[in-house]
């Protein structure tokens, strides 16, 4: 499956955006699909997770309580809901299938993957 993230842009400090990540094919029970992040000069890391079905969702601590992912296989798509921004969230956001449960150690071995990241969508948060 081929995934795509969209939705990325600039906004100030404390407010909100929504990424899309589209499939190729259809999503529906399959795996875990995930969203990640590189900011400039700083390594990919894990951001949020939602299992094939939604059961299972893992957030990374920087982003607890401020972002939201869902996920709609009716439409192939996973949206991550972003909100209070911080500046310290500027990066380039990529989604990803997660070949396993939605953990932080998935997460992080996930990030640190080979695997074609595509081009992302660039988030700014400007102060």
């Known amino acids: 499956v081929q995934l795509q993230a969209f939705g990325g842009g600039l906004v100030q400090a404390g407010g909100s955006l929504r990424l899309s990540c589209t499939a190729s094919q259809s999503i529906t029970d399959s795996y875990p699909i995930g969203w990640f992040r590189q900011a400039p000069g700083k390594e990919r890391e894990g951001v949020s997770c939602?299992?094939?079905?939604?059961?299972?969702?893992y957030y990374a601590d920087s982003v607890k309580g401020r972002f939201t992912i869902s996920r709609h296989n009716t439409n192939n798509t996973v949206h991550l809901q972003m909100s209070g921004l911080k500046p310290e969230d500027t990066a380039t956001y990529y989604c990803?299938?997660?070949?396993?449960?939605?953990?932080?150690?998935?997460?992080?071995?996930?990030?640190?993957?080979?695997?074609?990241w595509g081009q992302g969508t660039l988030v700014t948060v400007s102060s």
């Open positions: 990803q299938t997660v070949y396993a449960m939605c953990t932080s150690a998935t997460m992080t071995r996930a990030s640190q993957g080979s695997t074609n």
């Open positions: 939602i299992s094939g079905r939604g059961q299972t969702i």
